[in-house]
């Protein structure tokens, strides 16, 4: 079963966009009243690599996308609800065909 965070309660958001590859990933960074680091955006389609540093759970909340790990060579489908984990100090490919793809990029 998928689930989809809907809300994200008590958090700071910054108002200035992280805005990626000529504007295909547009995020906002968010801090959570624990503490917890996550961003909110959305990708284009495009096809685009991203270096972690620390360890990355992205999850999507509407459209697809099709992610390649760093050291896989099987792309896997994710759609909303569905979660895929980057291991920190690595790397990933996304791509995205049809509409865009929003996420909840969830830190640590």
Not at 22 to 42: P, Q, R, Y
Not at 49 to 67: D, H, L, R, V
């Amino acid at each position: 079963m998928t689930t989809t965070t809907d809300t994200l309660n008590s958090a700071a958001v910054a108002t200035k966009a992280n805005v990626y590859f000529d504007g295909k990933c547009v995020s906002h960074s968010l801090t959570l009243a624990d503490g917890t680091k996550k961003s909110v955006g959305v990708i284009l389609p495009s096809t685009l690599t991203f270096n972690t540093g620390a360890p990355e759970i992205m999850e999507g909340t509407a459209g697809s996308c099709e992610y390649l790990l760093a050291g896989t060579s099987e792309w896997v489908a994710s759609g909303p609800g569905q979660k895929f984990n980057v291991p920190a100090n690595s790397s990933f490919q996304i791509r995205v065909t049809g509409e865009p793809y929003s996420y909840i990029c969830h830190f640590g």
